[in-house]
């Protein structure tokens, strides 16, 4: 898709929400990567954690990110799933925001090609809260990385045309 060079680039600022029950700081390879796609795009880290999977913990650091004005997009990783622990979707569905349901189907069909069928195991998606974009996607590095290149990286650019997301951020609390 087109970069429209002659348009300003706006970084976003994006906090990362690594949503895990067994990783710390030292294995998270999906927020590293996360971490230096967003910022050698040129947009700002805002924030990032690391949270077991429970649905009271997500959304809480959620509401705390989507009510700070320094953070315009959270991008999650881990959580998406389908075992009994897996919750990061049924958080997102509690913070009362608009679904996005382009993002998930264009996720699993990007992943088909790299993955196969084992695609529909991913309960990727994604909504806009209060303001905040909030992207839930699996904890694998190939994942985040697919779902980076494939969507986000000129959803995210402000020059990207024919549209993309940050243009709408001014509009997102009409």
Excluded at 53 to 67: K, T
Excluded at 151 to 156: E, F, G, P, S
Aim: hydrophobic share 40%; glycine share 8%; charged share 25%.
């Amino acid at each position: 898709m087109p970069i429209d060079e002659s348009r300003t680039f706006k970084p976003v600022r994006i906090a990362l929400l690594t949503i895990s029950d067994s990783r710390s700081a030292a294995e998270d390879t999906s927020g590293d990567a996360l971490e230096a796609l967003l910022t050698g795009a040129g947009h700002i880290l805002a924030a990032r954690a690391i949270i077991r999977d429970e649905i009271d913990l997500i959304v809480s650091r959620l509401h705390n990110w989507i009510d700070d004005a320094q953070v315009d997009a959270v991008i999650t990783t881990g959580g998406t799933g389908l075992t009994g622990r897996d919750v990061t979707p049924e958080a997102l569905r509690r913070l009362d925001g608009k679904d996005i349901p382009g993002f998930g189907e264009l996720f699993r069909w990007l992943s088909y090609r790299t993955i196969g069928t084992s695609t529909i195991q991913s309960r990727a998606c994604a909504v806009v809260a209060r303001g905040t974009y909030i992207f839930a996607l699996p904890g694998s590095t190939g994942a985040v990385k697919d779902a980076w290149e494939g969507i986000l990286a000129t959803q995210l650019d402000s020059r990207h045309r024919p549209c993309n997301f940050v243009e709408l951020m001014p509009r997102l609390m009409e």
